[in-house]
């Protein structure tokens, strides 16, 4: 028997179920992140090897000046080896050897940020004019 | 475009589409581990948010006789006369193995002790196959 089921056994009926339901939902949810970090820790060694594999070609190999997206703000990139680069920038990372290409992923990237603002915004004030009628109609009784 | 592929196209082939596919499993996973990160706080809230009124509970229960496995160390321990529940359920992860007699708990740790001898000799006969199949090979 697990400890859960002992102490779900001296739980009124209605805590019982909701109670057993947390808990196995807590050991899933542990469960799946412990094989998604297991899965993170295979994929992160693959490419470790495939990577030391490549070393050879990317020394070798100088890489075009480049635009490269850090958080908001663009860095130009220069006479680097694709090694310096893949050392210097992570992967995923968005990179632009055109100007203008990297200007206009730069200014979609802050109309989205100030979009997402606008939408928080938005729901601030409506929460707050919520509240404020709650408040008045408190004041009428 | 992405650094990856970037840095992927001064890569000889099969070693590019390799290179690629390896990096997308990674991100893949990553974003993997984001959402089974969420997944968790969520179900831990949850639990957390019933904790005061089943601690209520538990606070009226006590054990006189309870043990509880201890798998690491291939033993069981008497932990109750006269433990409150609430005490038992803080120093325990709630999905310990635990037993309301020595005999139930004696019997969980015997299986488990013969289900690790087992595991040992399962090794030991995998090794002794290999080495067989190594003299075999070399024989020929």
């Known amino acids: 028997m697990k400890l859960y089921e002992l102490l779900a056994g001296v739980l009124p009926s209605d805590q019982r179920e909701t109670y057993t339901q947390a808990v196995k939902a807590v050991l899933a949810a542990e469960a799946e992140l412990t094989e998604a970090h297991n899965k993170l820790y295979d994929a992160r060694r693959v490419l470790g090897s495939e990577e030391s594999r490549a070393q050879d070609d990317w020394e070798h190999t100088p890489a075009p000046p480049l635009w490269v997206v850090i958080g908001t703000s663009m860095e130009r990139r220069c006479n680097l080896s694709m090694r310096e680069l893949h050392r210097a920038v992570q992967s995923d990372t968005e990179v632009f050897t055109d100007d203008t290409e990297a200007q206009m992923y730069h200014i979609r990237g802050r109309i989205k940020q100030a979009q997402d603002q606008v939408h928080r915004t938005t729901a601030n004030i409506t929460s707050l004019e919520q509240r404020l009628v709650e408040l008045e109609k408190g004041l009428c009784k | 475009m992405k650094l990856y592929e970037k840095l992927a196209a001064s890569l000889p082939q099969p070693m590019r589409d390799q290179y690629v596919s390896t990096v997308e499993t990674l991100l893949r996973t990553r974003r993997e581990v984001f959402a089974a990160q969420a997944a ?40 109750a006369l006269g433990r409150h529940a609430i005490d038992i359920m803080g120093s325990y992860s709630t999905d310990r193995d635990v037993f309301e007699t020595e005999a139930e708990a004696c019997e969980a ?31 020929k």
């Open chain 2, 109 to 139: 740790l015997i299986a488990h002790q013969i289900a690790e001898e087992s595991k040992t000799i399962a090794a030991a006969q995998n090794r002794i196959d290999s080495l067989k199949a190594d003299l075999e090979r070399l024989r």
């Open chain 2, 40 to 79: 968790y706080k969520a179900a831990d809230t949850a639990y957390v948010n019933l904790l005061p009124d089943v601690g209520m509970c538990l606070q009226l229960v006590t054990y006189d006789e309870l043990w509880v496995f201890i798998p690491d160390e291939s033993r069981y321990q008497e932990v």
